[in-house]
């Protein structure tokens, strides 16, 4: 007897973000954004000039507004219990097991490193906690 999928019984609305969350276009481009948020903050240096501060701190807003939004279109995909089940589950090279919901191999919100080519690259979250705290460290002193 074949088992009905966990999204069966999902409303329109849900179902729709299901899609959205596991297509593989959604992965492309939050990639493309880390990679851009990872540019930005390489740019950032000692005595920069104001202007160059205020396009970083800006940048960083949206990265972050990206970043959360996709941690929430997650979890209304998937629920709280199989996202954080399912990311549980990931290996520690970043591959998935055969039971995974299938959604993030570029990047999971819940705090694993994602496996980008050969090196280790932090998900989303972590950009963001890491770029806050770069910003904290200070070139205010």
């Known amino acids: 007897a074949k088992q009905r999928p966990y999204y069966a019984d ?41 202007y160059l501060e205020e396009v970083l701190k800006y940048c960083n807003y949206v990265f972050t507004i990206i970043f959360v939004i996709e941690a929430l279109l997650k979890l209304v995909a998937f629920g709280f219990h199989r996202f954080f089940k399912d990311s549980a589950k990931t290996s520690e090279d970043g591959k998935r097991n055969e039971s995974s919901a299938g959604y993030g191999h570029a990047s999971t919100a819940a705090g694993l490193p994602v496996k980008i080519g050969l090196k280790n690259f932090p998900c989303p979250l ?9 910003c904290l460290e200070g070139h205010n002193t």
């Open 10 to 50: 999902y409303s329109p609305l849900r179902l729709t973000i299901h899609t959205l969350c596991t297509s593989h276009y959604l992965d492309l481009f939050i990639t493309f954004i880390i990679c851009i948020n990872v540019f930005t903050m390489s740019i950032e240096h000692y005595n920069q000039p104001q």
């Open 126 to 134: 972590q950009i963001i906690i890491f770029h806050d705290m770069s």
